[in-house]
């Protein structure tokens, strides 16, 4: 019997500020390279509530979500490994705060870093993945949705239970 497929759902935090979108370096298997601040949503929480957590623990800094830029299936498959991964994401526009000097960067995260759309477009050969930039187009492009879009229903935190 096939198991059944299915992605692995992230979210990722689209953050400008004077023209400069703030990013992250982490270590991955390829190497250094460069990302939106982004992670994997974890059981129980909407993507909302993951972008918010994701970015305080890569960037030190509270996100405060304001809309959602896109939602983007890509496939990526690892060199070394020949691992092979669907990624579902949720790319979230809005605002950060100031670094908070009593917390740490999240394992693997070197640095965070501001950069124009024009450095982002020259460094492609070191982003994570191609969504790292179409993210930050679609952004730049005025892409925006409502929070509400994307409904995280209750049964997230206490699952029906049907027949019982």
Known sequence: MNARWSPSVTVAAII???????LVEEETPEG??????AGHLDPGESPEQGVVREALEETARVFVPEALVGVYLSRFR????????TYLRFAYAGTVG???PALGL?????RTLW??????????AQHRSGLV???IEDHA?????????????????????KGG
């Open 16 to 22: 400008e500020r004077e023209g400069r979108y703030l």
């Open 32 to 37: 250094l390279r460069l990302n939106n601040p």
């Open 78 to 85: 690892r060199p070394a490994s020949g691992e092979d991964v």
């Open 98 to 100: 100031d670094p908070d």
């Open 106 to 110: 999240d394992e693997g995260i070197v």
């Open 115 to 124: 950069m124009t759309l024009d450095e982002l477009r020259a460094s492609r």
């Open 133 to 135: 930039l179409r993210c």
């Open 141 to 161: 492009a005025g892409r925006r949705f409502p929070l509400d879009l994307v409904h995280a229903d209750p049964t997230l935190v206490a699952p029906e239970i």
